[in-house]
């Protein structure tokens, strides 16, 4: 006789995920899915793509029986179609069925391993941006010495550009993703530049410093001023602001940094017989530390701005990573999260008094 917790629940939240995206292909998609399944029993899951590649997978996972809607999508994304050829003949893609599951009301959250600008320019066709919204962002979370243990960190490249208004908006986002993902009452705000002096960096984020900080009363957040990149894994911030570009570039050369440092600890341990029983006497620290830093546990970049919920899983994720954006997909739809998130910028708006003044506040005291 099965458990009952291994049975769909009543007014389950529905995820859509696009099977067709990734690097890995459909096993690895498929096999998230059933990973996810079997961490959140009352998870149903809507997947779109090619039903003769998915359904015997499918089949397979014996915990997705009943939990699992295969959805046909004639077309595929590749990593190498340009958005703007996306938007004008993507409509039988996989892609573009996932998204319009959200925006039909047939599923609560979008999970996709796909071409980030082809996700983004259709889910801002196909979900709009939300009130108040110009540019909407990429936050993901940044592995930090934070008590949560990470920071949010956007835009991480959903537009290269972003003005002081953008950048204020990025700020009310990401305050409402670290309280709500993060359950941080209170987040502190830093607005990555090139130093922390008041005087340095472009005018655009001078103006920014000044209206982030004029609004943080008003919004419920602290902010600490201009933050370096030192500071994004550190504890003297929640949440970090930057433009797409410059978040983008911070985001790779992370990864490729963490990469780097895992390859050289592996060659130092495996370097003679005396590294080798080292490493066997610190192996219980490294397992952890691995799992501290693994990218896969935190992989999922979370479309902010939209009137609808999209998670950009990374490209080359394995079911590990692929389940792990999926059970953040769970998480913001549990917590109703666009619908809090709308609120706080609709709501966020500076009034007069709060502007900086022309020339920028900053300016005046240099």
Request: net charge positive.
């Amino acid at each position: 006789m099965s458990n009952d917790t291994d049975q769909p629940q009543p007014n389950a939240h529905i995820i859509s995920i696009d099977a067709m995206g990734g690097d890995r292909g459909v096993p690895s998609v498929v096999a998230g899915v059933a990973l996810a399944a079997k961490a959140n029993p009352g998870i149903r899951f809507l997947i779109h793509g090619d039903e003769a590649e998915i359904a015997p997978l499918v089949r397979k996972q014996r915990i997705l029986d009943k939990r699992c809607d295969i959805r046909h999508a004639d077309e595929t994304v590749g990593m190498e179609d340009k958005p703007s050829h996306v938007m004008r003949h993507g409509k039988k893609t996989s892609m573009w069925a996932t998204i319009d599951a959200v925006r039909n009301g047939d599923a609560s959250v979008a999970v996709s391993c796909g071409n980030t600008g082809a996700l983004m320019a259709v889910s801002m066709i196909r979900l709009r941006k939300a009130l108040g919204v110009n540019r909407p962002a990429i936050a993901v979370l940044w592995p930090s010495l934070n008590p949560q243990g990470f920071n949010v960190v956007l835009d991480v490249g959903a537009d290269i550009r972003a003005d002081e208004h953008d950048l204020f908006k990025y700020a009310l986002m990401g305050s409402s993703y670290a309280r709500n993902g993060l359950s941080i009452e209170k987040p502190r705000i830093g607005l990555l530049n090139v130093g922390t002096e008041e005087h340095k960096g472009r005018s655009e984020l001078r103006e920014a410093h000044a209206m982030i900080g004029n609004g943080a009363r008003r919004n419920g957040y602290e902010f600490v001023g201009f933050v370096e990149g030192g500071d994004i894994p550190s504890d003297r911030v929640d949440v970090i602001v930057t433009d797409g570009f410059t978040g983008n570039v911070a985001l790779k050369t992370g990864e490729g940094t963490a990469n780097l440092i895992a390859l050289r600890m592996r060659d130092a341990f495996n370097h003679s017989l005396f590294s080798r029983l080292g490493a066997l006497f610190a192996y219980t620290s490294l397992k952890r530390l691995g799992r501290r830093i693994d990218p896969r546990h935190v992989n999922g970049g979370v479309f902010l701005g939209l009137n609808g919920t999209v998670i950009k899983s990374h490209g080359a994720a394995d079911a590990t990573g692929v389940a792990a954006a999926i059970q953040l997909a769970i998480k913001l739809a549990e917590l109703r999260f666009t619908e809090k998130l709308a609120a706080r910028v609709a709501s966020g708006t500076l009034t007069s008094q709060d502007m900086p003044d022309e020339p920028s506040e900053i300016t005046q005291r240099k």
